[in-house]
C-alpha cells in the first residue's frame, strides 16, 4: 500500500520492540492525534513487534502517510507465517488491521486515521520526517518507566470514569424513583379524573334521557291541548258568524264592534291552536313526509295566487318569478307548500313598503329558493333567535303572530333533507333562502 515514508527501522532485539513503540507514539504526536490515541497506536505497535519477533530474526517497520481520507500507516513485514488470533487484541487498539499472507512473507498493515483539523502538508511531512530521524532513542528503562506512566494516568482515568459512572447511576437511580412517584401520582389522577368523567357520561346520559323525556311530554302536551281547543274555538267563530249574519236580529254599531273583536280574537286563537298542533307533529317525529316529483313552476304560480289576497298595502308588491317548465325535485308538496307560505306571509307582514319577491335556481344537485322582502331587517345577534319558539323581536311585536311560524318551518325544511338560512340587517330588508336536494336523501 503507497504512501509517504516517515520513518524505517528494523526490529532485531527484544529492546528494539521499546524503541518502535518510543516512535509510533512521537509520529502519532507530531500528526496530531490525541494523547490516549497515540498510546493506543504505540501499545498496538509494540504487541504486534514482539510478536512477529518471536517468530522471525528480523522485523521491518515502516511509517507511512497517505489515503483519503489520511492515514497514519505502519507497516510490518516478516519472513513467513504468523499467528493471527495472537493479533487479534492490538486490532481493537486501532481502526484498522490488515495481515496479508503470500507464503514466503506476512505483512500487518496498521492504520489510524488523522484528524482533519491541521492535516499536515509537504512541509510539515518533511518536519515531521527530520525530527523522527533525528530523535534520541530512549533506553528500554526509560520506555518503561514511561509506559508504567502511562499505565498509571489510564488507570487513574479508568477511576475517574467509575466515579462519573457511579455519580450518573445515583443520579439516575434518583430520577427514577422520582419519575415512578410521578407516575404513580399521575395515575392516581388519571384514574380519579376517569372516574369522574364515567360519572358525568352517567350524568349526562341521565340529564338527556331527562330531556327527551320533557320533549316528548312536551309535545304530547301540544298536540291534546291544541286538539282541545280547536273545538271550542271553531264553535265561538261559527257562533260569532251567526249573530253576525243579515238574517239574524240586527246590532246595534256597539254590539257589531264587540263581535268583530270577537271575531279577530277567536281567529288569533285558531291560528296558535294550529301552530302549537302543526309544531308538536313535527317535534314527535310522526310527521312523514309523502314524497313525490314536485313541479316548481305550478307550486310557485299557486302560491302567487293564494298570496295576492292578503297583501293590504297598495305600496306592496308581490313578485313571484315562477321557473321555467321541467322545474322538478322530490320532495313533500303539501310540507314545501306550507313553508313557502310561512315565508312570503312572514315577508308581507314586515314590509311596509317595497317588494317580497321568491325565485329559485337551481345549484347542481340542489334548488336553492329565495324570499326576500323590503322590510325592517333583522339585527345579526338576532337571526337564530327568530327561530326559536314563541321568540318575537321587539321591533316586530307591533305585528300580531305567535311565534311558532318560523321554527315550524325551519323543522319541515330539515325533515324535507334541506336546510334554511337568513341574511339580514336593520333597515335593509331580509332573504330567507331555502336549499334543497333535487332528489330525496336515501
Known sequence: MSGTELLHLVLRREQDVFTVRQRGREAASALGLEHQDQIRLATALSDVGRQLLSRADAVDVTFLLGGQPTHLRIRLRVAGPVDRAGLRPAGRLVE???VTENGQETVVMLSRRLPQQGLPDADRVEQVQRALAASAVASPLDELASQNEHLLAALEEARQQRDRLKTLNDELEETNRGVMALYLQLSSELEETNRGVVALYAELDEKSEQLRQA???????????????????????????LLSDSASDPLTPAQAEQIELMRGSA??????????????KAESGHLEPTWATVDLGQLFKQLRGTLKAILVSPDVELVVEAP???????????????VLRNLLHNAVKFTEQGTVTMRAERDGGQWRITVAD???????ADHERIFEEFVQLPRRQKIRGTGLGLPYARRLVGILGG????????????????????????
Do not use: W, Y
Open 267 to 280: 281567529t288569533d286563537l285558531l291560528s296558535l291552536v294550529n301552530d302549537l298542533l302543526d309544531l308538536a
Open 324 to 338: 321555467e317548465d321541467g322545474a322538478c325535485l322530490e320532495s313533500d308538496e303539501v310540507l314545501l307548500s306550507q
Open 215 to 241: 320533549s316528548e311530554a312536551k309535545s304530547r302536551f301540544l298536540a291534546n291541548v291544541s286538539h282541545e281547543l280547536r273545538a271550542p274555538v271553531t264553535s265561538i267563530i261559527g257562533l260569532v258568524r
Open 374 to 380: 323590503t322590510g325592517i331587517g333583522i339585527p345579526a
Open 419 to 442: 336546510v334554511m338560512s337568513l341574511d339580514s340587517e336593520p333597515g335593509s330588508g331580509s332573504v330567507f333562502t331555502v336549499t334543497l336536494p333535487v332528489s330525496r336523501q336515501r
Open 96 to 98: 484498522v488491521l490488515e
